[in-house]
């Protein structure tokens, strides 16, 4: 599916991730009016909302929704695990796109992972229910290592560079004091070989949110700052294969990204070769591994020279992960996806500080969410 109408991204906002506690209803407010004031608007010019988010109860999006103003819009709860803020912000362009409104937003917020079970409920035991998520991936790390001769100094370098990229950015939940190393990395406990506490993503609570708009808002507000375009938005959820294996409740079959990035390559008309910097689901360093070779950003078997090269730090050649990602910045869940968006706008923007990729032009955001579901975005500066 193609947008009928182009649309641009006006305003983010966020809230600082971490282990905090602050209440999930000040984390959404202070989202919500950092974007609000960020594209220049009050809640009142604001057509639909749509708000991501995964613990808590049921009417918290529309109770919460109530501190921002009372316009009588549209409200409408999201839920999509990991990738919640992802397909919030899809929802918000699409309602632009399809001319139901001139203006949209998108608001993730979360308390701790730890809550999400609860929010779950309790499920028929299988090995979707049973295999947790740092064990999944323990699996494909050594699957990796096996078939490509991977090494653990490897995984040690992303998770590391992450942990850096996270230093300098204040809304992080991981700020080291000084410079990590992989080192250091390889030197906290083990989780599950060969992956250690280090290469875990943070799983504190955060928030973030997005303000999308027509061509016409974006140009009246934009205020001298260049237009940030969403180029491409694409989800899909999992494909049977033959030899499918039903692992869902992880992040489902790695073809799903494969599969999804093509369709938003071919709906922005642009390659891999065209991107400046990306941001992924990194849970754990294994996946940011995969997801250079399935996003194309190199050819299969090679993501361990990118890693090598440095190519994917904040300097190289196609950085990602800008803002610390899930390993770095954190991962509550529900504003993930949006707290990738904040990034990638700012990015093209040219407002990002010390962590500011020179001349980035485009940039793109992929979430994966249990069950399992594949988003990803592509965002374009324009004068």
Partial sequence: ?????????????????????????????VAGITALEDAGLSFKDVGA?????????????????????????????????SATGSSAFREAVMSVAGGSTEVAMAIGFDGRLGNVAQAVGPRRPSMDTNLLPAAFFAFWAVRRMHDNGTTVETYAKIAAKNWNHARFNKYAERQAEQEITPEVVLAAPLVAYPHTAMMACGAGAGAAAAIVATRQVAERLANGRPLVRVAA?????????????????????????RITANLAYEEAGLGPEDLDL??????????????????????????????????TTIGGRIPFSTDGGLIGRGHPGGPTGLAQIWDVTQQLRGESGVRQVEGAQVGLAH???AGSVCVVHILQRES
């Avoid at 599916?1 to 959404?28: A, L, P, Q, W």
């Avoid at 613990?55 to 839920?79: Q, R, S």
């Avoid at 989800?235 to 489902?252: D, K, N, T």
């Fill in 1 to 29: 599916m193609t947008m009928e109408r182009d649309v641009y991204v006006i305003g983010v906002g966020i809230h600082r991730f971490g282990k905090h506690d602050v209440s999930r209803r000040d984390m959404h407010y």
């Fill in 49 to 81: 909302l749509y708000t991501g988010f995964i613990g808590g109860a049921m009417l918290d999006g529309v109770t919460y929704a109530k501190d921002l103003g009372l316009t009588g819009l549209p409200v409408v709860h999201i839920e999509n695990a």
């Fill in 233 to 257: 938005s694409q989800m899909q959820s999992e494909r049977y294969q033959p030899g499918h294996v039903f692992l869902g409740a992880i992040v489902g079959p790695s073809e799903s990204t």
């Fill in 278 to 311: 990306v941001h992924v689901h990194d849970a754990f360093p294994i996946e940011e591994l995969m997801y250079y070779e399935l996003l194309g950003i190199c050819p299969e078997g090679e993501g361990d020279r990118l890693v090598a090269e440095g190519a």
């Fill in 367 to 369: 979430m994966m969410g």
